[in-house]
């Protein structure tokens, strides 16, 4: 089993994630709020809400921000119902809404 949801790190203050990370938010539909601070790369709508994700307030970033931005990385089609954990397989979703659904893939590690 591969710990992706580990990989995250900070380099010079900002959030850098692990390629199957960033290729899940890639995936996600862009936002249009028009905030100033609006871009594909900061601003991603969440598949259940439709609502913005932040990607600074990945769940497992060290400076988590704005709880009800905060992200994470899922299984569309759960493990327990054969999903694989393969890049078409993963969506960025509210940790919120993911929780909501009833789907934990929150990976302990250690
Ligand atoms: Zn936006
Ligand atoms: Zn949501």
Not at 1 to 13: D, E, I, N, Q, V
Not at 26 to 36: L, Q, R, V, Y
Not at 47 to 56: D, G, H, L, S
Request: a positive charge.
């Amino acid at each position: 089993m591969k710990y992706w949801h580990t990989l995250l790190f900070k380099r010079k203050g900002k959030i850098r994630v692990s390629k199957e990370i960033k290729e899940a938010w890639e995936k996600a539909e862009h936002c249009h709020c028009g905030d100033s601070t609006c871009s594909p790369e900061t601003h991603r709508l969440c598949p259940e809400c439709k609502k913005i994700m932040i990607f600074n307030s990945y769940f497992m970033s060290p400076e988590p921000t704005y709880n009800e931005f905060r992200w994470k990385v899922e299984l569309i089609n759960p493990r327990e119902f054969g999903g694989k954990d393969i890049s078409e397989n993963r969506q960025a979703i509210h940790l919120k809404c993911s929780n909501e659904k009833g789907r934990h893939f929150i990976r302990r590690v250690r």
